[in-house]
C-alpha cells in the first residue's frame, strides 16, 4: 500500500534518522530498522506506557518506529583503523540487506557507514543526516542545540527580552531535517528511474534549519535587517500588534489579520447583536460606521482617523467576543463568518476534534502485546489513490531477525 | 548528467511559501515549473509579491524579497483565467504537464472549471496535488488559513512556550516551510508511483494534519497514559520531557561588543543539553563549583526534581560567560551547546553555511542580484542549481507560449491585444 510500495530502505536507528524513517515507512516503503542486539538507546526514550520505564514501553519509539520491521545487528566497534569486513558476518549479513536495498538511511559520523557497506551498488540510494553533513564537524547536538545554532530559537520567545528566546516544542529541528531527508531520497529516487544509478544524499540539520526561518534568513539576506521575537507572532525588524487573544475557556486564539472591510465589520456587529451584547459593546457605534467601508489598508492608518478607529474597533470586536466565547465557537463562528484564524489546542485536543475526525486523522493501531488497540496521530499526507499513512506498531528488538535476515 | 527532475513539467498555480516553497524545491532540481499568474490584478493573490522586506527603495509587485526567495527558478506566466481563451490554453498546459499544484483554498481550483475530474479528462496520467489549510473535506475545509493558523490549531503553537504565560508559539510560519515540505514530498512520491505504474493521483494536503503528525509523543502521552499536555507546569519547551534530560535550557550569557548588526550588548543566549549523568559529570567539572557536585544533582532524577533550582544556577554560571566561547569549550568536552545565533551571525559569520553553498545569489531581472535561502542536501549526482530570480508577471510569456504550446509570435501578440494574458 501506498505510493512507495515496492521500495526497500535499511535504516541504521539513530535519533537524527528515525523520522525520516517514519515518514518513508508510512508512505509505503518496507523499511526496516537495524538495532545492536539488546536495542537502541532511543528505546530508553520516555515517556512511557503506565510510567513503566522498559524497552518495549516507550512512545518515543512507538511514534518514530511504526510501520517500520526491525532487526538486530551487531555492528559495533565502529572504528575505521581496526574495521575488518571480512570477520564480523552481521557486518555482511549488512553489506547483503543494502544491496537487495534501495536506500540507506543513516544519521552516523561521516564515513563510518560507507567503510562499513564498501563499494555503494549502483542503484543504491545512500542517506545521510547529519549536524554539520559529510564535510563538516560531527559534534554533541540535541534538537534545542541544532533550533538555537540554526536561527529558529532567535525567532521565537516573548515581547519582554529578559525571557529566554524559545525553542518550539516537539523536536522540530531533527523532524526538520528529516523532512528534507524524504524529499530527498524521493528526487533521487524519481531521478533513478531516468538514469538506473543511485547517488549519495548529504543532509546538514544546521543547513536545514538555516532555511527554515522565513523572514528570519530572507530579511537579513535582502534588507539587512534584523527580526525580533515577540509573543505568539511573527519575529520582525519592527514591533507589530498583537494576535492571540485568550477566550472564556482559557483557550487562546490566533486573530490572523484583523478585520480591514466593511463585510468583516458587519459580520462581527451583526453576530454581538445575535448574542444580545451590543449595549455592552462601548465601540459598537464605530463599528457600524465600518458596515460601508470598501477596505482599510493598514499602511496608511496615520492619515485617516476615522478608518482608524473602525479597524481599532473591529480588532476590539473579536476580544469583546472572546470574554463570552469558548475558543472553539468563536474560533468556528469567525470562520464561518469569513474571518481567518485559529483556536490554539493543545496536541491532545486534536485529535478530538471533530474535523480531524471527519477526515479520519485519528489512527487505529494494534498492540496485540499488549492487547490493546492505541490511537496515533495518522498520516501526514492524504494520497486519494494509493492511500498510506501508520499501520503497524514499532517492532520489538530482533522481531523481524528470521524472516528478513533468512531472506524474507 | 542533466537535472535530477528535468523530465518534470509542473503546471504550478502555488503562492505564498506553504505552496511555492514546494515547487522551488522541484525547480531547484530541474524540473521546469510553469508559474500561472493573474495578468488583471497583478498576481497580488501571492501576497508577498509585493510585500516587505525590501532590497532597496523600490516597491511593488517586482520587489518582494520574499516571493523572490521562494519563486527562483520557476518560470512565469499570465493567463486571464475569466477568458475561454485563456482557459483552452490552460487546457492545453495541462495535457503537456505532469503535475497541477496549487494551495488555493479549497474548491478554488473545482471553481474555475479544472477541478481533478477535468484535470484527468485532460491528462489520464496527472498528477494533481492540493494543499491547504484543513484539506479539501471534513467540517472546517472551507476554512481560511496560512501557517500561523496551521499551526495553532495542529498544536504546534500551544507545545512552543514557557509555564503560566501566552503560548509563545512559533516567530515565523513554520507550517508554510513544512507544509511546502509536505507538498513536495505528495509530489515526489506521486511521480515515482507514476513511473512504476502508469497511474495519476490526487493528493489532498491539509498544513494542519501534517502540522499535528508532528507531534506524535505528546499525543501518545495522551492516548496511552490519559496525561494532555494542558496540565499544570506546561507547557516548558525549553526543557526535554521526549526523552527527559536536564540541564536543558537557554541561558543568558553576558554583554558583548556590538556585531554587524549592531547588536550584541544584550538579548545574549546559550542551549545547554546534558544528555546523561555522564555528560553532567563533564559539565559540572567545567561548572568548578561546591553546588554543581552536590550529590543530588549526580543523577537525572535528582536533576530533574530540582529544575528550576538547576536551571537559575546554571543561568547564574553562564551569564558571566560570552556565548561562542562557552559553547566551543563545552562541544570540546563533548556537551552539547550552542551560542543562540542572530540572522548575521548565521548567514554571515558562520564558515559552515558559506562553504555548503547555502546562500546563493540569484539574478532578478528588475531586481538584480539578491541572495537567497538554498537547498540544505547534497546529491552527488544530481544536485540542485539556484541561480535565476523568481520570474517577473509574465516574464516568460513568450518562451513557454512559443516552445510548450507551440503558438506563433503573432498568435501571442493577439493573446496580449485581447488581456487573455
Not at chain 1, 465601540?283 to 496615520?302: A, K, R, S
Not at chain 2, 508559539?169 to 507514476?194: E, K, N
Not at chain 2, 527527559?244 to 537557554?250: E, Q
Request: include cysteine; glycine fraction near 12%.
Amino acid at each position: 500500500m501506498g505510493p512507495l510500495e515496492g521500495v526497500r530502505v535499511v535504516e541504521l536507528a539513530h535519533e537524527y534518522v528515525a523520522f525520516a524513517g517514519r515518514l518513508l515507512a508510512d508512505l509505503g516503503a518496507d523499511v526496516v530498522l537495524v538495532e545492536p542486539p539488546g536495542g537502541h538507546p532511543g528505546r530508553h526514550f520516555g515517556p512511557f506506557v503506565d510510567d513503566e520505564p522498559h524497552p518495549e514501553r516507550s512512545l518515543w519509539w512507538w511514534h518514530h518506529h511504526a510501520s517500520k520491521r526491525g532487526v538486530t545487528l551487531d555492528l559495533s566497534a565502529p572504528n575505521l583503523d581496526t574495521l575488518n569486513l571480512d570477520d564480523p558476518a552481521d557486518r555482511l549479513r549488512l553489506r547483503t540487506l543494502a544491496a537487495q536495498a534501495d536506500v540507506v538511511l543513516e544519521g552516523e559520523e561521516p564515513g563510518w557507514v560507507g567503510a562499513l557497506l564498501g563499494e555503494r551498488p549502483e542503484r543504491l540510494i545512500h542517506v545521510a543526516i547529519t549536524p554539520y553533513g559529510q564535510a563538516g564537524d560531527y559534534p554533541p547536538v540535541t534538537d534545542l542545540t541544532v533550533l538555537a545554532a540554526g536561527g529558529p530559537v532567535w525567532s521565537c520567545g516573548y515581547d519582554d527580552h529578559t525571557l529566554p528566546p524559545v525553542r518550539g516544542g516537539g523536536n522540530q529541528g531533527f523532524q526538520t531535517a528529516c523532512n528534507y531527508a524524504v524529499m530527498s531520497v524521493l528526487t533521487a529516487l524519481v531521478a533513478r528511474e531516468q538514469t538506473g544509478r543511485g547517488q549519495f544524499v548529504d543532509v546538514s540539520m544546521h543547513a536545514s534549519c538555516n532555511v527554515t526561518t522565513e523572514f528570519g534568513s530572507y530579511t537579513w539576506l535582502a534588507a539587512g535587517h534584523t527580526v525580533q521575537r515577540q509573543t505568539g507572532r511573527h519575529a520582525t525588524p519592527r514591533p507589530t500588534e498583537v494576535t492571540q487573544v485568550q477566550c472564556l475557556d482559557g483557550r487562546w486564539l490566533n486573530t490572523g489579520v484583523p478585520p480591514r472591510t466593511g463585510r468583516e465589520f458587519q459580520a462581527l456587529g451583526t453576530w454581538i447583536e445575535d448574542l444580545g451584547l451590543a449595549d455592552e459593546f462601548d465601540e459598537f457605534g464605530v463599528l457600524q460606521l465600518g458596515y460601508e467601508v470598501d477596505y482599510i489598508p493598514v499602511l496608511n492608518l496615520e492619515d485617516d482617523p476615522l478608518k482608524a478607529e473602525i479597524f481599532g474597533a473591529g480588532r476590539s470586536a473579536i476580544e469583546f467576543l472572546a470574554e463570552s466565547l469558548t475558543g472553539h465557537d468563536l474560533f468556528v463562528g469567525l470562520q464561518q463568518r469569513g474571518m481567518a484564524c485559529g483556536i490554539i489546542y493543545s496536541p491532545e485536543e486534536v485529535l478530538e476534534d471533530e474535523h480531524f475526525k471527519a477526515r479520519g486523522f485519528p489512527t487505529q493501531i494494534e498492540h496485540e502485546d499488549l492487547g490493546r488497540t492505541i490511537t496515533y496521530p495518522g498520516s501526514s499526507l492524504r494520497f486519494v489513490g494509493t492511500p498510506c499513512g501508520p499501520h503497524r506498531r514499532a517492532p520489538h528488538v530482533g522481531e523481524h531477525n528470521d524472516e528478513v535476515l533468512t531472506g524474507g | 548528467m542533466g537535472g535530477a527532475l528535468s523530465h518534470v513539467r509542473i503546471c504550478d498555480f502555488t503562492g505564498q511559501l506553504a505552496g511555492a516553497g514546494a515547487t522551488k524545491f522541484l525547480a531547484a532540481f530541474g524540473a521546469q515549473v510553469i508559474r500561472i499568474e493573474d495578468p488583471v490584478n497583478k498576481g497580488r493573490w501571492d501576497i508577498l509579491r509585493g510585500a516587505p522586506p525590501f532590497k532597496d527603495s523600490r516597491r511593488g509587485v517586482e520587489f518582494g524579497a520574499g516571493f523572490n526567495n521562494h519563486n527562483v527558478e520557476k518560470l512565469g506566466i499570465t493567463l486571464n483565467l475569466r477568458t475561454a481563451r485563456a482557459k483552452e490554453l490552460l487546457a492545453e498546459l495541462v495535457k503537456v504537464s505532469d503535475v497541477v499544484s496549487e494551495n488555493f483554498a479549497s474548491g478554488v481550483l473545482e471553481r474555475m472549471g479544472f477541478g481533478y475530474d477535468r484535470l484527468r479528462e485532460l491528462r489520464s496520467d496527472i498528477i494533481y496535488v492540493s494543499n491547504c489549510g484543513f484539506g479539501q473535506t471534513g467540517p472546517y475545509g472551507p476554512f481560511k488559513s496560512w501557517g500561523p493558523i496551521a499551526q495553532a490549531v495542529s498544536g504546534l503553537t500551544f507545545q512552543s512556550g514557557l509555564p503560566d504565560l501566552p503560548p509563545a508559539g512559533w516567530g515565523y510560519s513554520y507550517m508554510d516551510h513544512t507544509g511546502g515540505y509536505y507538498m513536495a514530498i505528495a509530489i515526489l512520491a506521486a511521480l515515482y508511483h507514476r513511473a512504476r505504474t502508469g497511474e495519476g493521483q490526487w493528493v489532498d494536503v491539509s498544513c494542519s494534519e501534517a502540522g499535528a503528525a508532528l507531534n506524535g509523543p505528546a499525543m501518545l502521552d495522551y492516548t496511552v497514559n490519559g496525561r494532555p499536555l494542558r496540565r499544570e507546569g506546561m507547557p516548558n519547551s525549553n526543557r526535554s520531557q521526549s526523552p527527559a534530560m536536564a540541564p536543558h535550557g537557554i541561558y543568558a550569557t553576558a554583554s558583548e561588543e556590538p556585531g554587524v548588526d549592531g547588536l550584541g550588548k544584550t538579548d545574549n543566549w546559550i542551549a545547554i543539553s546534558c544528555r546523561s549523568d555522564d555528560e553532567w559529570a563533564v559539565l559540572a567539572d567545567q561548572i568548578n563549583q561546591d553546588w554543581a557536585r552536590d550529590q543530588r544533582f549526580s543523577m537525572l532524577s535528582g536533576r530533574l526534581g530540582a529544575e528550576d533550582e538547576l536551571d537559575r544556577r546554571m543561568q547564574e554560571w553562564t551569564s558571566g560567560h560570552n556565548r561562542w566561547k562557552l559553547a566551543e569549550s563545552l562541544r570540546a568536552v563533548g556537551v552539547p551547546a550552542a551560542a543562540v545565533a542572530r540572522p548575521a551571525e548565521r548567514i554571515d559569520q558562520d564558515r559552515t553555511t558559506s562553504e555548503w553553498g547555502l546562500w546563493p545569489t540569484v539574478i532578478h531581472r528588475d531586481m538584480g542580484d539578491v541572495r537567497v535561502d538554498g537547498l540544505p542536501v547534497h546529491l552527488s549526482e544530481t544536485d540542485w542549481s539556484i541561480e535565476r530570480g523568481a520570474p517577473c508577471l509574465g516574464e516568460h510569456n513568450d518562451i513557454v507560449f512559443k516552445d510548450v504550446l507551440g503558438l506563433s509570435a503573432g498568435e501571442i501578440e493577439d493573446l496580449r491585444a485581447e488581456g487573455v494574458i
